[in-house]
């Protein structure tokens, strides 16, 4: 860097480039420069020790129907245009190579499972958050049924005295919410114990977060095939009315 004419200085452990003519210095940090690009990463690649050698592919945009766009701009959009779309290109078919999607029936077979696949950790997703919620609201039922239970017994043995219920109407009515609650979720199941109930949350939400990971990665893989599939079609003509019967 140095040699490139760059300013270079370490403080507290972490070195700073400053180009020419550039204000402030850019710390040598991945939470600044991007993912691989960290000291230790780029140490490790001058060492040739491997770590983190290896950078993310490039992410694969549409391409750019240009006759449509070209008016009111001049040959310098066109160029620039050409070149995005020869980017976006080779990038996909640098995507089928190394999937081996090399038959367009392969590519629509990968879209179909990738869209599949999206859809269905959406619905497991759902599935687990509903669970979870009937599960706070067992464990909050219960709270409130464990706190008013004693006031209702005393009702109860008082022969529903209405003196007694106009002095503890809410706890009464608490108590009786409680019940509606477990009638609605557990259906006459018997009521678990809370701490069946906590350990059941604590799964659901473990289960929500490996989930929610998996649904990330499902995403963009869906849109990068999709991408990349709308890409072929545009390349092929198949956009063209009738185009792709032919």
């Known amino acids: 860097m140095e040699q490139s004419g760059y300013e270079v200085k370490q403080q507290r452990g972490v070195i700073s480039f400053r180009a020419p003519g550039q204000e402030r210095f850019t710390r040598l940090r991945s ?3 991007g993912k691989g690009y960290g000291q230790k990463d780029i140490e490790a690649a001058l060492s040739g020790s491997g770590r983190n050698t290896e950078q993310p592919r490039q992410r694969v945009n549409l391409v750019i129907d240009i006759q449509p766009r070209l008016q009111g701009k001049g040959p310098g ?3 620039w245009a050409k070149v995005f779309n020869l980017k976006q290109m ?7 190579q190394e999937n081996s999607l090399m ?3 392969q590519l629509e077979k990968k879209a179909s499972e990738t869209v599949e696949r999206f859809h269905t950790l959406s619905g497991q997703i759902k599935n687990t958050e509903a669970s979870l919620r009937t599960n706070m609201e067992l464990k909050a039922a219960t709270v409130q049924y464990a706190k008013t239970r004693p006031v209702f017994q005393e009702y109860k043995a008082r022969k529903y005295s209405r003196k007694f219920l106009a002095e503890h109407e809410a706890e009464i009515d608490v108590y009786q919410a ?3 609650d477990f009638k609605r979720i557990l259906g006459g199941e018997k009521l678990p114990k809370m701490d069946e109930l906590r350990e ?8 929500k977060k490996k989930l929610y990971a998996e649904y990330r990665k499902a995403k963009a893989d869906m849109q990068e095939v999709m991408t990349i599939k709308a890409n072929i079609d545009y390349l092929l003509g198949y956009t063209e009315p009738g185009r792709r019967k032919e």
């Open 178 to 180: 409680a019940c509606a």
């Open 31 to 33: 939470s600044t420069l």
């Open 103 to 105: 038959e367009y029936e």
């Open 200 to 207: 059941a949350g604590r799964k659901l939400a473990e289960k």
């Open 90 to 96: 080779a990038a996909a078919l640098a995507y089928l």
């Open 77 to 79: 959009y066109e160029r």
